[in-house]
């Protein structure tokens, strides 16, 4: 994403510009944060600390994180949202899409 200048910034509800210290989601289409406060409830919240392992992941390499910090459930998560950004910007479907995601992950995400 960074080698295709696609830097999200997501410190901050892109709605309300209040500071994200809570659940939040990502807009598919743009990468956008919205508050809970701003969604409209429809929607899967990722957690807070998925914020966290966002931003360690535009720093560091995959396997220069600590994993054990983050709930395996909800980063696979915040993987999924990340795989339907990209599918969307570049038009294309991801076929190890599949392969890399669980099936509670599917499951949670009501798909
Ligand atoms: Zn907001």
Known sequence: MRF???LPQIG???????IIDGNFILGIPDLNP???RCCNGRERL???????FF????KKRFTEIDHNKFDENKTMDLLFTM?????????MA?????????????NRAGI
């Not at 990722?46 to 966290?52: I, P, Q, R, T, V």
């Not at 190890?96 to 509670?104: N, W």
């Open 55 to 58: 931003d360690l992941s535009l």
């Open 94 to 106: 991801i076929k190890s899409k599949p392969f890399i995601l669980t099936d509670k992950t599917y």
């Open 4 to 6: 295709n200048g696609i």
């Open 12 to 18: 901050r509800c892109s709605r309300c510009s209040s």
């Open 34 to 36: 919205l508050c809970s």
């Open 83 to 91: 795989i339907l950004f990209i599918e969307d910007y570049f038009n």
């Open 46 to 52: 990722l957690e807070a600390n998925s914020k966290f």
